[in-house]
């Protein structure tokens, strides 16, 4: 167990919705990543948030917002989904503090299956 | 971020030392190799780090040459629950975006 939680575990919509992804990261993480993992992509790297506060864009489509609470968990939207859409999101969290290389020991949540029909 | 190559699959018998290799011959003296895996489906998971000295704990050992051009990730003792695909990551330490980007990796499938 990372300590990284993400809910829902599976969700199923058609194309055209809208629906939230949310992540809540490990006690005392600041930083909150997302990732996108489908079959032909593997995995993408799509938005970075810092203490609340955007710090990096991947290839995260316009159609797709994130944003981070005072509370440290974040939440993904998805709008006008398409088929393509369909994949396993993660969240993952790291630690912020003195030692920057620790940045990149990033915890991984379980994933939300997203199946766009 | 310096580029990394790993063979695309590898085989282990259970109870073996798994030797994972990596190379990232363009890599910078400030960037540092980082190991994740991935078992079927789940959250990536964080093995270890190390920058020029051989790193070990409770998971893994990282083996890295002394030009750094290339490292080797070890499995003590790999059992069948290591089954999972293996990446190797540089990157820099730095605060301005810490993403990871992901490979291919190696599918390393430890056999009973």
């Known amino acids: 167990d990372s300590g990284v939680t993400q809910t829902p575990k599976h969700l199923i919509t058609a194309t055209g919705q809208r629906v939230t992804l949310r992540c809540s990261p490990r006690s005392g993480d600041l930083s909150v990543y997302w990732y996108q993992q489908s079959l032909d992509q593997g995995l993408q790297f799509l938005i970075q948030?810092?203490?609340?506060?955007?710090?990096a864009k991947g290839n995260i489509l316009e159609r797709f917002s994130a944003q981070q609470f005072p509370d440290l968990h974040s939440e993904l939207n998805l709008s006008s989904l398409e088929l393509g859409d369909s994949a396993l999101y993660f969240c993952a969290s790291s630690v912020d503090s003195s030692g920057m290389q620790r940045l990149y020991e990033q915890y991984f949540g379980p994933g939300t299956r997203l199946t766009v029909t | 971020d310096a580029k990394t190559t790993q063979p695309t699959s590898m085989d282990c018998a259970e109870g073996r030392a798994a030797n994972l290799p990596c190379n990232h011959s363009?890599?910078?003296?400030?960037?540092?190799v980082y190991w994740y895996r991935q078992i079927h489906s789940q959250g990536p998971q964080y093995i270890i780090h190390?920058?020029?000295n051989n790193e070990t704990n409770e998971m893994a050992s990282l083996i890295i040459t002394e030009d750094r051009k290339s490292s080797t990730l070890i499995l003590p003792h790999a059992t069948l629950r290591d089954t999972a695909v293996y990446y190797c990551i540089v990157r820099v330490g730095e605060t301005s975006g810490s993403r990871l980007t992901f490979g291919e990796g190696t599918q390393l499938t430890v056999n009973p």
């Open positions: 190390g920058l020029k």
């Open positions: 948030y810092y203490n609340g506060e955007e710090r």
């Open positions: 363009t890599i910078s003296g400030n960037e540092y």
